[in-house]
């Protein structure tokens, strides 16, 4: 009897009964089990393995339903004569090790070297996780979620959940966009003028391909966001760097002879910085005189807590040239990957057929659960609650900085979940981070938001993923490092 085969590797979060199946379904596919051979009884079975009974019969059904067992009256359970394969292993696709391609010749870019932002994926296992842009589970509301999920799964809505939409997004998400996300921030559009996509980043992506090729100047800020500024190097633009102040994008005669300017005004990112309603204006003036179009990232806007929100860029656009990108990345989870564009109908049209050469569509699942969750009005409850908690951890954030002798970090003028530090005495705070993971704590770095090279000063400490409790104890620890460093 092949007992061998049969005992579980526990996972953590997947249930005991997807355990039984996932183990059952691996021996099928790789032939340990073959077609026609009997497996074990449910009683035997629970018996091996140390479960219930009834848990091992749950699997054995719905491994028969899909294939993968067939039952047998008065006889048990047998693999399906018609069970899936995997397919083999190639053989001989491994040669020897000096036969191997020298793939970097081949590659016409690499974007492996690129200077991104470096975000450990274990980081909830650190006491102390200053980092930005992460979800606090505790604050999501997952019986709504999964409500809406069941909802999308359901057979009424099956066909336009699983159905290959083309070039189309979700009728419901783009919907709730126009009537409900975008007014808010002042932006009235037509459906025709948005265009789902998977993330923020992906709009970004779509739109440097569509406007940013080589010898096109492209002005982004200074420090800026990198992922769209590794985007720009990657297709030869020509990027010209304008520096941040107080308010955000400096507006000046370095404008005059760009074809692009990327802005994030309502929340600088990285320095939290937001433009105030005078320079907003005179950006747009600038791209009437100087004939650039405006790529606005409104990124965080939900968030907004201390004062009402600026207007967004597009709001006041009179001439169509501002192109807006949001995210439900920071307010519902970043896993979810579904942001949204508002341009001009001839824009999206552009977006959205490049957008169908690279991935069709983001998942009509994804969307239509999305939706349902935006409609019933989950979304604003969780925004509530994200608010409320985020502005308690602001502030024993800010005592906990002034405590520790950073309270020239600047402080969100609307809210938001992070702080960008300077640090005393200029340090790398590269190293600083190296060591401070050493002690159970992370931060970022600030070197990936410039272009150059050199080390930076600055770092960024977020609050969404960490309790306030924590906080204060964590920033005296990083007072501590940069004391040595000192």
């Not at 039952?71 to 491994?94: I, L, W």
């Not at 970097?104 to 470096?118: E, N, T, V």
């Not at 938001?416 to 190293?431: H, L, M, N, Q, V």
Request: with cysteine; glycine share 8%.
């Amino acid at each position: 009897m092949k007992d061998a085969l049969f005992h579980l590797d526990p996972i953590e979060g997947v249930g005991l009964q997807a355990q039984v199946r996932e183990m059952l379904v691996s021996a099928i596919l790789s032939r340990r089990l073959q077609p026609g051979e009997m497996v074990p009884s449910s009683r035997a079975m629970a018996g091996q393995l140390s479960v219930s009974r009834n848990t091992v019969t749950l699997a054995y059904q719905a491994l028969v339903a899909d294939g993968y067992l067939e039952s047998r009256d008065r006889s048990g359970y047998y693999v399906g004569r018609d069970a899936p394969v995997a397919v083999a292993e190639a053989q001989g696709a491994r040669g020897e090790a000096g036969d191997a391609r020298d793939w970097q010749r081949r590659f016409r870019r690499s974007s492996a070297g690129l200077d991104r932002i470096a975000k450990p994926l274990n980081w909830r296992e650190y006491a102390y996780p200053f980092v930005y842009g992460q979800a606090d589970p505790s604050l999501f509301n997952h019986s709504d979620w999964r409500d809406c999920a069941r909802q999308a799964l359901g057979l009424r809505n099956f066909e336009a959940m699983a159905g290959d939409k083309g070039e189309a997004d979700d009728p419901l998400l783009v919907d709730y966009i126009r009537a409900r996300t975008l007014p808010r921030r002042g932006v009235m559009v037509a459906p025709e003028q948005i265009l789902v996509t998977m993330g923020a980043q992906n709009a970004l992506f779509l739109l440097a391909e569509l406007f940013c090729a080589r010898g096109v100047r492209v002005a982004i800020e200074d420090p800026c966001y990198p992922d769209f500024r590794n985007t720009l190097v990657q297709l030869g633009a020509e990027i010209v760097l304008i520096p941040v102040d107080d308010g955000g994008l400096v507006v000046d005669a370095r404008l005059a002879d760009v074809d692009v300017v990327f802005v994030t005004p309502s929340h600088q990112a990285p320095t939290t910085a937001t433009m105030p309603l005078e320079r907003r204006r005179a950006l747009l003036a600038a791209a009437e005189r100087y004939d650039f179009i405006v790529i606005e990232d409104d990124y965080d806007f939900e968030l907004g807590f201390l004062h009402k929100p600026a207007p967004a860029l597009k709001s006041l656009d009179r001439s169509d040239r501002v192109i807006y990108v949001g995210s439900f990345s920071k307010s519902l989870f970043p896993g979810l990957r579904l942001g949204y564009v508002a341009a001009p109908e001839a824009v999206i049209a552009e977006m959205r057929a490049l957008r169908f050469l690279m991935l069709r569509h983001p998942p009509g699942y994804a969307q239509r659960t999305a939706a349902y969750f935006l409609a019933l009005g989950h979304h604003d409850a969780l925004i509530n609650r994200l608010r409320n908690a985020l502005a308690q951890r602001r502030a024993v954030m800010e005592e906990a900085l002034d405590a520790a002798g950073l309270s020239d970090a600047r402080a969100p003028q609307f809210g938001g979940a992070s702080f960008w530090i300077e640090t005393p005495g200029g340090i790398d705070t590269a190293r600083l981070a190296e060591r401070l993971r050493g002690r159970g704590v992370l931060i970022e770095p600030g070197a990936p938001f410039f272009a150059g090279t050199q080390p930076s000063r600055y770092m960024r400490l977020g609050y969404s993923s960490i309790k306030s409790e924590k906080i204060a104890a964590g920033v005296e620890i990083v007072r501590e490092e940069i004391a040595s460093f000192r």
